[in-house]
């Protein structure tokens, strides 16, 4: 795992009901579509019940972490987004981007 994405992996993993599947940290020369530009990051995760429905801590979880994002503030061309892609219920993907954004930012339990 690119050590840059530690902190982000870490923190949606502390969330019930959600798991990261995938994530890159940001390359210098990207290889595929798959590697994230350099100053770029991306962290994928779905509901850790893949095969039924989400529970409500699930739910709750994607809520905590989308109040998180929508609360960052940020400077000139730097920002965090999360999308989602879904084919079925059971295929419903969430992915965190970031771009400069230092991982400080990454909220931690005090």
Not at 6 to 23: D, L
Not at 42 to 71: H, L, M
């Amino acid at each position: 795992m690119d050590k840059k994405v530690i902190p982000w992996v870490n923190w949606i993993n502390s969330y019930p009901g959600v798991e990261t599947v995938g994530s890159c940290g940001g390359h210098k020369n990207p290889k595929d579509c798959s590697q994230a530009p350099q100053n770029e990051f991306y962290v994928q995760f779905r509901f850790d019940t893949p095969d039924s429905a989400p529970t409500k801590d699930g739910w709750d979880s994607i809520c905590n972490i989308v109040q998180y994002i929508t609360e960052c503030e940020f400077s000139g061309d730097a920002y965090l987004r999360l999308e989602f892609s879904k084919t079925a219920l059971s295929d419903l993907f969430f992915t965190l981007h970031g771009r400069n954004v230092d991982a400080d930012i990454v909220p931690h339990d005090e």
